[in-house]
């Protein structure tokens, strides 16, 4: 619905914001891209609208509100939560592929990686990572926080250095919280150094 408030998934739902998608479309081959802007400009709309139209396996998660701890929001989870969005995405584009090539339907294909334990955040980035080039959103990135937000950035930097397959786009309406929580001017940050893409703003 084109005047409806809800964020758009549609190219033809937003208004005069080819540009925008062109640039997000160039700027996600980078590991890490920003997209920053006002709050309501339509940032969530942006990214929802490119995530459908990229052909690429990838998972958004919404920030929605401040999180300081473990209990409120886990990153084992959130990434777990990637893993399997990512998997299914590549699951259901084999299936339609060996249908079209078999000309019927199939069952019993799966994907599928053997845990002996609680995998460590590092041990499921990697698995993405081996099942191809893949895309992670965080929506309102801003609001991660305390030791959250420590092992998040730190979990940026291992996936910077040892998984080229995988990047990550984060959306944050209060630039300056964005700015702080990556530390991208902070000489003592993890991420001090490698670069992020800032290009898009809304």
């Given at each position: 619905?084109?005047?409806?408030?809800?964020?758009?998934?549609?190219?033809?739902?937003?208004?005069?914001?080819?540009?925008?998608?062109?640039?997000?479309?160039r700027a996600s081959n980078h590991p890490t891209t920003l997209v920053t802007g006002p709050?309501?400009?339509?940032?969530?709309?942006?990214?929802?609208?490119?995530?459908?139209?990229?052909?690429?396996?990838?998972?958004?998660?919404?920030?929605?509100?401040?999180?300081?701890?473990?209990?409120?929001?886990?990153?084992?989870?959130?990434?777990?939560?990637?893993?399997?969005?990512?998997?299914?995405?590549?699951?259901?584009?084999?299936?339609?592929?060996?249908?079209?090539?078999?000309?019927?339907?199939?069952?019993?294909?799966?994907?599928?990686?053997?845990?002996?334990?609680?995998?460590?955040?590092?041990?499921?980035?990697?698995?993405?990572?081996?099942?191809?080039?893949?895309?992670?959103?965080?929506?309102?990135?801003?609001?991660?926080?305390?030791?959250?937000?420590?092992?998040?950035?730190?979990?940026?930097?291992?996936?910077?250095?040892?998984?080229?397959?995988?990047?990550?786009?984060?959306?944050?309406?209060?630039?300056?919280?964005?700015?702080?929580?990556?530390?991208?001017?902070?000489?003592?940050?993890?991420?001090?150094?490698?670069?992020?893409?800032?290009?898009?703003?809304?």
């Amino acid at each position: 619905m084109l005047f409806s408030d809800r964020p758009k998934e549609r190219r033809e739902e937003l208004f005069d914001r080819d540009d925008e998608i062109s640039e997000l479309k160039r700027a996600s081959n980078h590991p890490t891209t920003l997209v920053t802007g006002p709050r309501r400009i339509g940032k969530t709309s942006l990214l929802r609208v490119y995530l459908n139209e990229e052909n690429m396996p990838s998972a958004l998660v919404d920030v929605r509100s401040p999180t300081n701890s473990y209990r409120a929001l886990s990153l084992f989870h959130i990434f777990l939560y990637s893993y399997t969005a990512i998997k299914n995405w590549l699951l259901r584009e084999v299936k339609k592929l060996l249908c079209r090539v078999k000309g019927d339907s199939f069952a019993g294909f799966n994907i599928s990686l053997s845990w002996g334990s609680r995998p460590s955040l590092h041990e499921i980035m990697n698995s993405i990572n081996s099942l191809g080039r893949a895309l992670i959103a965080f929506d309102k990135a801003q609001n991660l926080r305390g030791k959250l937000a420590t092992n998040f950035i730190s979990l940026l930097v291992h996936c910077y250095d040892y998984c080229s397959n995988v990047n990550f786009i984060l959306t944050g309406s209060e630039v300056g919280l964005l700015y702080d929580l990556l530390g991208i001017y902070d000489a003592e940050s993890p991420l001090y150094g490698r670069h992020l893409d800032e290009g898009q703003q809304v």
